[in-house]
């Protein structure tokens, strides 16, 4: 029986002292292990532990620096319940939110903050006709239901300041545009205009679905811009006061309406 003591009591202390590491288990002695799952990406400069914890630099898959992220995990994570705080700042990326992870493979984002600078995503192998969009692209979203990915709900305002697009001979100004982002079921309802002061007075909306969608928009210069009008001018045929109305669909959306995307 002195013998059975000894092991359970040997049992408990190793059980105690392996919870103990993983409470403090610091960032960098978790790193070989959660590299497979950062899809390339490569922290550096590591500091703190795996539940509050700090990366002084974020690298891209080709080496590139990206920037710095400070991160807060819930213990609950030990039993399933992964709950994520994410400070992430770099030169032409931000994000900052809670995550909260749910069963069957959903994730919840609340206070969700991200900008992009549009010309970081430049890739010849997404080179868009109508040009390469400039700008920085900001997000504010109250709430935010994910399902692989896309979002089953969403709640967001977003600006686009200093919008232009960017073309092989002329660079388009846009001027700084907002508008706001919802998500009901899976299908994602967008809407924009101008801020009225602008080269370019426009408003319009977008209707997504991963069975398809359905554009309407307006748009007609302010002033006398000719990068501006001949940039409209391949979307379409102005109206005799000068305003282009555009109404496309695609997939679904195209076949129940008899309309298909130019």
Do not use: Y
Not at 19 to 26: G, N, R, Y
Not at 34 to 51: F, S
Not at 158 to 176: C, E, I, P, S
């Amino acid at each position: 029986m002195k013998l059975l003591g000894k092991i359970l009591a040997a049992v408990a202390a190793l059980l105690l002292a392996a919870a103990a590491l993983l409470w403090w288990l610091p960032a960098r002695w978790a790193m070989p292990l959660l590299q497979p799952r950062l899809h390339g990406l490569r922290l550096q400069q590591l500091g703190g532990t795996v539940w509050n914890g700090s990366a002084g630099q974020v690298l891209s898959p080709a080496g590139s620096e990206l920037g710095h992220v400070q991160w807060q995990l819930s213990h609950r994570a030990l039993f399933g319940q992964a709950e994520l705080q994410i400070d992430f700042e770099g030169p032409q990326f931000g994000l900052r939110g809670h995550m909260r992870q749910l069963p069957a493979g959903q994730s919840e984002w609340s206070d969700l903050h991200a900008q992009v600078d549009l010309a970081a995503l430049d890739d010849p192998r997404l080179r868009l006709p109508l040009g390469q969009p400039r700008g920085e692209l900001a997000l504010n979203a109250r709430h935010v239901l994910l399902q692989g990915g896309w979002p089953l709900e969403l709640q967001a305002d977003w600006q686009w300041r200093q919008a232009a697009m960017h073309m092989k001979n002329d660079d388009v100004a846009l001027g700084d545009l907002h508008g706001t982002l919802a998500a009901q079921d899976g299908v994602i309802h967008a809407q924009w205009q101008d801020d009225g002061q602008g080269p370019l007075r426009t408003t319009g909306k977008l209707d997504l679905s991963l069975l398809g969608w359905r554009l309407e928009a307006a748009l007609q210069p302010r002033r006398d811009d000719r990068p501006l009008q001949r940039w409209i001018a391949t979307l379409g045929n102005a109206d005799a006061d000068g305003i282009l109305h555009i109404a496309r669909s695609g997939g679904m959306a195209a076949a129940i309406t008899g309309k298909t995307a130019r």
